[in-house]
């Protein structure tokens, strides 16, 4: 399991720390699957620096670009816009798997075959 960790730095910076087995480490943002915010993470809305966010946090969890790509913006809107606002958080590997399986089970429930 890993622990995420998203702080505020002195300097107002927001970043994220990924605690499992191996230690400590920064999550990267992950502009090589997709670009939406160079400038950084960011979370309390729905913005550039919250989509990054979701795009990485799922990237780390699961590995499987084409879900990273097609949940991040949902997962942005019902996970990372709904964090405190310049303020700490911290939630687990297990956290986002729940949520990708309760959504992959919604989309599963509303495609009825004719």
Do not use: C
């Not at 970043?15 to 979370?43: C, H, T, Y």
């Amino acid at each position: 399991m890993k622990i995420y960790h998203g702080i505020i730095t002195k300097s107002g910076a927001a970043k994220v720390i990924v605690i499992d087995s191996g230690g400590e480490r920064e999550l990267p943002l992950r502009l090589d699957l997709q670009s939406r915010s160079s400038a950084g993470f960011a979370w309390g809305y729905q913005g550039a620096g919250p989509t990054q966010l979701a795009l990485a946090l799922l990237a780390d969890v699961v590995d499987d670009d084409e879900l990273v790509l097609y949940h991040h913006q949902h997962f942005k809107l019902a996970v990372i816009a709904g964090l405190p606002p310049n303020r700490g958080w911290r939630m687990t590997s297990e956290d986002i798997h729940s949520w990708i399986t309760g959504k992959q089970k919604y989309i599963n429930s509303i495609i009825v075959p004719f």
